[in-house]
């Protein structure tokens, strides 16, 4: 429970004096009681009427109970009643998922959490936090402080300009700001490091000479760097198939390659899982060994090419059919490139130079893409039933 009343007594007591009178009174308003009442030493409690005024403050609750003790803190110089309330933060995420605590910031944090905003296991060099104000004035401003020991000898601050950790030594006044300039970033501190547990506390200020204590300590830890890839064959229908190595992808029975027919698309696709955290997305690239489809028995070769197979009298290549992502919109979508965005027989290269096939400019969650693999041989192949080409795929992430 947060206990922020504030406690105060008007004492509205003119005083006349008399020699050597003690005696005690119980003084009733319309705001309060006092009861027994004692003046000594030539003094006694009097009323009187007409305009006057006069401020004792008797008592106040701390604005943050918890950091004195367990009921309250009674202010001891008057320099205390201006301080604003400590501040608390109220949320500090880097890793959640399905829900958020915090509730100024992009709204696919209430479904998702932090993975909604930064990929799949979260964010691995960023994270968010909003501040509970205490009921501050709106003016009000805030610094943080940010540890990796919990303040036992690392203790840093937030910059107010690019919410980078910062030393004590650069630490100055700009890098306090107002609730909203906080929370207005999706990211509110930047340049963390990967699976680190960070603590951070919040102070306020308003006014000159009014910083308050620091607040309570929340901690929050940050993922690691999060890339997955995943291959596998099936039909045209296997979006959701999940198949093991070795993958190989044939031109068989119907689907059988014949010396001067038209462009034929084998049956089995390449299905492409893929997924990351990584700020600046991934690509994916593809290297083959050979330059096309090869015989080793005839040593002739359907070369591959960036190509409309039902224009060339030969020709080999790939073409994306299928390409899909988990619908967060904050995250990336998937495009395949120009050369393999194609339609009817148009192909991109399998080249024995790395090629980009797919790739995505923001981090990705649970992509899923699919190849065809699209071959036509001239009439100057010799049939045989060893034509083949080995490809390998890469992602790469992208920083």
Not at 257 to 271: F, N, Q, V
Not at 345 to 368: D, F, M
Request: hydrophobic fraction near 35%; glycine fraction near 10%; aromatic fraction near 10%.
């Amino acid at each position: 429970m947060k206990t922020k009343a504030i406690i105060k007594t008007i004492l509205i007591l003119p005083l006349l004096l008399l020699p050597s009178i003690t005696s005690a009174a119980e003084l009733d308003s319309t705001g309060y009681k006092i009861v027994g009442a004692t003046t000594k030493g030539g003094a006694i409690l009097g009323t009187a009427s007409g305009d006057y005024s006069a401020l004792l403050e008797v008592g106040r609750i701390s604005n943050d109970p918890r950091n004195y003790s367990t009921n309250y803190k009674m202010f001891t110089s008057p320099e205390e009643a201006f301080l604003p309330a400590v501040p608390e933060i109220s949320c500090f995420e880097t890793t959640t998922s399905g829900s958020s605590n915090c509730t100024t910031g992009p709204s696919q944090l209430s479904t998702g959490g932090m993975v909604a905003i930064c990929g799949p296991s979260g964010c691995y060099s960023k994270a968010r936090f909003e501040i509970d104000i205490n009921e501050n004035p709106t003016d009000t401003l805030y610094a943080v402080m940010i540890s990796t020991d919990n303040f036992v000898s690392d203790i840093k601050y937030v910059d107010g300009n690019n919410f980078w950790p910062e030393t004590q030594s650069t630490h100055n006044l700009s890098d306090f700001l107002t609730k909203t300039d906080w929370e207005t970033p999706d990211f509110n501190i930047q340049g963390l490091q990967t699976n680190t547990t960070y603590y951070i506390r919040a102070f306020a200020l308003h006014g000159d000479f009014t910083q308050t204590e620091p607040g309570p300590i929340v901690n929050a830890t940050t993922s690691a760097g999060s890339v997955f890839f995943d291959i596998d064959i099936a039909d045209e229908f296997g979006v959701s198939e999940e198949t093991t190595p070795p993958h190989n992808t044939n031109f068989t029975g119907v689907y059988e390659l014949i010396g001067g027919s038209a462009a034929i698309t084998a049956e089995d696709r390449i299905w492409l899982d893929a997924g990351t955290n990584s700020q600046g997305g991934f690509a994916v690239v593809i290297r083959g060994i050979n330059g096309g489809l090869k015989s080793n028995t005839t040593g002739q070769i359907i070369v591959s090419a960036t190509i409309d197979l039902d224009t060339a009298s030969d020709g080999f290549g790939l073409q994306s059919e299928y390409i899909n992502q988990d619908s967060y919109s904050y995250l990336g979508v998937i495009s395949a490139t120009s050369d393999y965005s194609g339609s009817g027989n148009s192909v991109g290269i399998v080249s024995t130079n790395a090629t980009k096939v797919y790739e995505s400019s923001t981090p990705i969650y649970n992509g899923r893409m699919a190849l065809k693999v699209i071959a036509k041989p001239g009439t100057d192949k010799t049939p045989a039933t060893d034509y083949q080409e080995t490809i390998y795929f890469l992602l790469i992430p992208r920083i």
